[in-house]
């Protein structure tokens, strides 16, 4: 089945400071989803991606769809403490409805 | 407009016994997707409904099942519990089933199985 590789799988970084994460597919995907879920709560979608190539920002969240298709990547600017959190990417290819889910990366924003 | 709500989002119960899990989509959501979510293996996808038939289903043994009604709302069900369905449940809405696959999140259920 299809795999998605989300890394890193843990980061812990000072407040104000810069973040990225990725995921990277073995299949090629048409669509890339972000997601970001606090502790009891459900995931809450924060960036739709639809076309290779395309880079979708929500505030201090920058989203990109990788060229190649088989990969995805998050940034977010300026961390701040309420950013702290898991964060998945959610993934899409060919005729296939489902979406396949990464690992997810674990963000601790210091104080 | 309000969001995916899921009810009950507590629940303990016993091997072997059955339970049964509500989803109400976003109002004019069609599409109600289901999905268990554990530390070990992630969020796997067990069934998505539209138009009240099932559109697809993941690879989950028979003993979970789901239904969806008129009103797009939708219940799954777990018979014969074990301790390995101890998880989070999440149902999640999208507006139709061959457009957006943009899906939006419940709160989830927990179920813990003693």
């Known amino acids: 089945g299809q795999q998605l590789n989300q890394s890193p799988q843990s980061m812990f970084i000072q407040e104000g400071e810069d973040v990225s994460m990725n995921c990277t597919s073995s299949?090629?995907?048409?669509?890339w989803l972000w997601y970001k879920q606090d502790p009891g709560e459900g995931p809450v979608l924060l960036i739709a991606l639809y076309k290779a190539g395309e880079l979708t920002s929500n505030g201090r969240l920058t989203a990109q769809f990788g060229i190649t298709r088989k990969d995805s990547f998050l940034n977010i600017s300026a961390s701040i403490p309420s950013d702290v959190g898991i964060y998945f990417c959610a993934g899409r290819s060919g005729s296939a409805r489902q979406l396949t889910f990464g690992s997810g990366t674990q963000l601790t924003v210091l104080p | 407009k309000a969001g995916v709500t899921q009810t009950p989002r507590y629940l303990i119960k016993t091997r072997g016994q059955q339970v049964t899990l509500s989803c109400s989509p976003i109002s004019g959501h069609r599409s109600v997707s289901w999905y268990q979510q554990t530390p070990g293996q992630g969020l796997q996808f067990l069934f998505e409904?539209?138009?009240?038939?099932?559109?697809n289903k993941g690879n989950f043994p028979g003993r979970f099942s789901g239904r969806q009604f008129s009103n797009s709302r939708s219940e799954m069900n777990v018979s014969t519990l074990e301790l390995g369905d101890s998880a989070l449940y999440l149902c999640?809405?999208?507006?139709?089933?061959?457009?957006?696959?943009?899906?939006?999140f419940g709160p989830g259920t927990r179920l813990t199985v003693t």
């Open positions: 999640a809405s999208s507006l139709d089933y061959g457009g957006s696959y943009e899906q939006y």
């Open positions: 299949s090629i995907f048409n669509t």
């Open positions: 409904y539209f138009s009240e038939t099932q559109r």
